[in-house]
């Protein structure tokens, strides 16, 4: 059995930061984001019963260390649950940079469940499949259905499931600006950052302030309102980031080129030009902005680095397989 999946990454509007110590990536906070279509991983996953050992090839490169131990971790949770043992041989690739600022192990885990859940034989609807896709990555369950996707906080499987809140039709003309400013690898993980969040005396604040937020952003999204969104897309990133910077040891994933960089959207915007950011753990900026004003965020934003400009996406799907 050989099946080639793909998925998109996903930008969060709410973001998902902290999570349950026991494991199970089960996150306290909702989060919601919508899926890029043009930053996709596609997957090959092959059966091979001759091997004694997974062989995980990521942009076309042997994987070791963490990332192999990751992903056949997540190869034998399928494989339990199919009760077998057969390891594969696995391709992954992206077609966005590593170290982009564009979290690959949300495409790259939600591409890896539709895979191994088919070559496996699990048979799973959209909501396990994202179920499944947490395990390896939080972000990873928002990948699985198509455009723009919530995130339930959860203690439990049957509550932390990611689900589609409109297609990615619904709002065709929502850009992605995503202004590369550093292509280095981050120092602290998003898994070790999450342990952290406990120790900021910010957190409790942040928990207790998401759910109002959330609330804004499904209503900007139902009313295609980009004011609204954006705005609450801002007020969340620096909330989390307000949270990093105030852990124990302190995180701060900006440089000097992304404070610049705000203060440019922030300008920017005084002058007409819509545009409002968004920061994950790193220094990469996103400016959330509609097709109108794309162009000229692209062209205002250029001296700070690449400049790539996406869109809404579809979800992870199955794009060939034979046996
Ligand atoms: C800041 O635990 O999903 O991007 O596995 O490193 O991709 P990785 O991270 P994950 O945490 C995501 C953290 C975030 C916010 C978000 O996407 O919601």
Redesign the pocket.
């Known amino acids: 059995m050989r099946v080639t999946t793909r998925a998109c990454a996903?930008?969060?509007f709410?973001?998902?930061?902290g999570?349950r110590p026991e494991g199970g990536?089960f996150p306290l906070n909702p989060?919601i984001?919508m899926n890029l279509a043009d930053c996709l991983t596609t997957t090959t996953l092959q059966l091979e019963s001759s091997l004694k050992e997974d062989s995980i090839v990521i942009n076309g490169t042997p994987a070791a260390g963490k990332a192999a131990l990751r992903t056949s971790k997540f190869l034998d949770e399928a494989r339990h649950r199919a009760g077998v043992s057969t390891k594969a041989i696995l391709h992954s690739s992206n077609n966005f940079p590593t170290g982009s600022g564009i979290?690959?192990?949300?495409s790259g885990?939600a591409a890896l469940a539709v895979a191994a859940a088919r070559a496996y034989g699990i048979n799973l609807g959209t909501d396990d499949l994202s179920r499944l896709a947490r395990l390896?990555?939080?972000?990873?369950a928002?990948s699985v259905p198509a455009g723009f996707v919530e995130?339930a906080e959860g203690r439990a499987n049957e509550q932390a499931v990611a689900r589609q809140l409109a297609p990615e039709t619904h709002w065709p003309e929502l850009r992605d600006v995503i202004v590369i400013c550093s292509t280095s690898e981050k120092a602290i993980?998003?898994?070790d950052?999450?342990h952290l969040a406990h120790s900021s005396e910010m957190y409790p604040a942040r928990l207790a302030a998401v759910p109002e937020r959330a609330e804004r952003v499904r209503a900007a999204i139902k009313d295609r309102d980009l004011k609204t969104l954006g705005e609450a897309s801002e007020e969340d990133a620096l909330s989390?980031h307000a949270v990093m910077m105030t852990s124990i040891p302190p995180l701060l994933y900006w440089t000097a080129r992304t404070v610049e960089i705000i203060h440019k959207v922030w300008e920017l915007r005084k002058k007409g030009i819509m545009g409002y950011f968004t920061i994950?753990?790193g220094p990469n900026v996103h400016v959330i902005t509609t097709e109108e004003f794309a162009q000229s965020l692209q062209k205002a934003l250029s001296s700070f680095g690449e400049v790539r400009v996406d869109r809404p996406g579809p979800g992870a799907a199955i794009i060939e397989e034979s046996t």
Not at 14 to 17: D, G, V
Not at 136 to 140: C, F, L, P
């Open positions: 996903n930008i969060a709410i973001k998902y930061w999570n990536n989060s984001s979290a690959s192990s949300a885990f390896g990555s939080g972000s990873a928002r995130l993980s998003s898994a950052g999450h989390m994950d753990a």
